[in-house]
Nanobody
Framework: QVQLVESGGGLVQAGGSLRLSCTAS????????MGWYRRASGEKREFVAF????????NYADSVKGRFTISRDNPKNTVYLQMNSLKPGDTAIYYCNSYPQSRWPWGQGTQVTVSS
């Protein structure tokens, strides 16, 4: 059973940056597309970004294009999300999982709060 652990969130001012990490334990995820998702308070979980197994193919939600970058380190079973030019609208709990279907139990996520 894969376990997902997200980290790297925090409180940052608008315009700032954060780098999120997600590590999978229990089984390698190197053969799967991996995605980042987020859920703002009172909202449904939404797609943020995805990376192919090699990391060479990526895609982003329109709301984060040009500001966020997804990458992965397969030997470390880790996927990253570099977030720049953060906006208050990016405030949410961020999660990772396989993409497009979430094959594994969701982790606890990591809270990102962007102040104006």
């Amino acid at each position: 059973q894969v376990q997902l652990v997200e980290s790297g969130g925090g409180l940052v001012q608008a315009g700032g940056s954060l780098r999120l990490s997600c590590t999978a334990s229990g089984r390698t995820f190197s053969t799967y597309d991996m995605g980042w998702y987020r859920r703002a308070s009172g909202e449904k979980r939404e797609f943020v970004a995805f990376a192919s197994p090699s990391g060479r193919t990526t895609n982003y939600a329109d709301s984060v294009k040009g500001r966020f970058t997804i990458s992965r380190d397969n030997p470390k079973n880790t996927v990253y999300l570099q977030m720049n030019s953060l906006k208050p609208g990016d405030t949410a709990i961020y999660y990772c999982n396989s993409y497009p279907q979430s094959r594994w139990p969701w982790g606890q996520g990591t809270q990102v709060t962007v102040s104006s």
